[in-house]
């Protein structure tokens, strides 16, 4: 499958998976590394919202969800470690609050489920911030700036613009930001896990388009520059991405947003960013 082939380093909903469905293979190496996904333990809450940070400083790490499969922000190099921009990134973050990452693999449309039942602290999976979900949860500053393109096979001469994605088939995760847009073009949408699955299901003529992340895409044209698909519209939006918090967690996000303003001030950011882009994504 074409999945395997894309996955050189080891790829949801906003995306936001991150909310975006972008799930892309990445040739890029991590600097940071990153921890092995934990699957029995919770989210350090103590006794409530307002006490996550001194719980995280007690309990010695942090617990983040992430998807696992969802490059190039949170993936298994060829190794089986997992790695990625927001995975490195949420690394960096723990070390400057002086705990440990611990990670936690969830699917997208589990994630803010997983949130809500404090199996993690913070999801880091390039969450868009939107208003509906600010009413219901905290975010860190945004640190990922990005829009979204329609993506088709590169011989496809009859879809050229969002208007023209009415009545054909588009691979989105139902709950995503993505496939709010394909929806709201009258798509009929199709169900995938993340980028890679929708690839597979492009290529293969299954369904005709999906929307994803533009820097998702750009990873997997600069690894992959052979595989047959191409950009033919792009949002007029830019959206902001965050860390995603419990409602109430003020200290916790206020030593996060610490941590990516020093990240940026001393240039780890850019590093990061750098690895994985070529360029600044916070900007």
């Given at each position: 499958m074409l999945s395997a082939?894309?996955?050189?380093?080891?790829?949801?909903?906003?995306?936001?998976?991150?909310?975006?469905?972008?799930?892309?293979?990445?040739?890029a190496g991590s600097n940071?590394?990153?921890?092995?996904?934990?699957?029995?333990?919770?989210?350090n809450t103590g006794s409530a919202s307002g006490d996550a940070l001194a719980a995280i400083k007690s309990a010695g790490e942090i617990t983040i969800g992430t998807e696992g499969a969802y490059a190039p922000f949170s993936f298994h190099d060829k190794s089986g470690k997992l790695t990625g921009f927001d995975v490195?990134?949420?690394?960096?973050?723990?070390?400057r609050l002086g705990v440990k990452a611990a990670f936690m693999e969830t699917k997208w449309d589990g994630m803010l489920a997983g949130l809500d039942?404090?199996?993690?602290?913070?999801?880091?999976?390039?969450?868009?911030?939107?208003d509906d979900r600010k009413a219901k949860y905290d975010f860190s500053e945004p640190y990922i700036l990005s829009k979204a393109v329609l993506i088709v096979k590169a011989n496809n001469s009859t879809i050229k613009s969002l208007a023209d994605l009415k009545g054909k088939k588009s691979g989105q995760s139902l709950t995503s930001d993505l496939g709010?847009?394909?929806?709201?073009?009258?798509?009929?949408?199709?169900?995938?896990?993340?980028?890679?699955?929708?690839?597979?299901?492009l290529t293969s003529g299954r369904i005709d388009a999906t929307i994803n992340d533009k820097l998702s895409y750009l990873d997997l044209?600069?690894?992959?520059?052979?595989?047959?698909?191409k950009v033919v519209a792009e949002t007029d939006n830019v959206s902001q991405s965050g860390m995603l918090f419990r409602k109430g967690s003020t200290e916790l996000v206020d030593a996060v947003n610490k941590a990516l303003a020093d990240m940026k001030a001393d240039g780890r950011y850019l590093e990061i960013s750098n690895t994985y882009f070529g360029e600044d994504v916070s900007k």
């Open positions: 082939a894309i996955l050189l380093a080891g790829t949801a909903c906003g995306a936001k998976n991150n909310d975006n469905e972008a799930n892309t293979g990445n040739n940071a590394g990153a921890g092995t996904g934990n699957t029995n333990g919770g989210g490195d990134v949420a690394q960096e973050v723990a070390k039942a404090k199996r993690f602290d913070m999801v880091a999976n390039e969450v868009t911030i939107r709010d847009i394909a929806k709201a073009n009258g798509a009929q949408l199709v169900a995938v896990d993340g980028f890679n699955q929708a690839i597979d299901l044209k600069k690894a992959r520059p052979d595989v047959p698909i």
